[in-house]
């Protein structure tokens, strides 16, 4: 054994060991009521920590209800905009039907000697004014014909009489 300790370090946990008092020195090692009050104040840093993550988490959750309902709300107005806009199509699509299905009639009526009624576009209207010249330059030919022929009479019947 050495003189400044009673026991080697060999001796049983429960047995005492002390030092000679006349080896005995200023204490450098921290005694248990130092290790307690550095771990109290450890842990008053560590539950300060925890304290600002539980109130900026709760902050946070906070943030990302608030955005979840503007962004609720905005998906609704915009929903209910979707809605309206498709009602909207829905009754220009029955116009358009409706319109269809009565120029349809009218063509079918205009066909069939109402002619007033049958809507035209402009390439059949330009397409009945060219017929109607067409037309009228043949019934002229047909009178120069015809005036050619009783000239041809005439002058048959000068030579042959």
């Known amino acids: 054994m050495s003189s400044s300790t009673l026991c080697d370090g060999a001796a049983p946990k429960d047995t005492a060991c002390s030092t000679d008092e006349s080896q005995s020195g200023p204490d450098l090692g921290p005694t248990k009521d130092d290790s307690i009050t550095a771990l109290a104040g450890q842990t008053l840093v560590l539950a300060s920590r925890v304290e600002e993550m539980v109130l900026g988490s709760k902050n946070e959750a906070e943030y990302w209800k608030a955005k979840h309902s503007e962004l609720a709300k905005a998906y609704s107005e915009q ?3 979707i ?12 116009e358009v039907d409706t319109l269809r299905a009565q120029l349809r009639s009218s063509i079918f009526l205009g066909d069939r000697g109402n002619y007033w009624l049958k809507p035209r576009t402009a390439l059949e209207a330009y397409q ?16 120069g014909l015809q005036v050619g022929d009783d000239a041809q009479k005439r002058l048959g019947n000068k030579t042959g009489a």
């Open 79 to 81: 929903l209910s905009k």
């Open 83 to 94: 809605w309206e806009l498709e009602d909207e199509r829905q009754d220009l699509k029955e």
């Open 128 to 143: 009945e004014d060219k017929i109607q010249k067409l037309e009228k330059q043949v019934e002229e030919l047909k009178r």
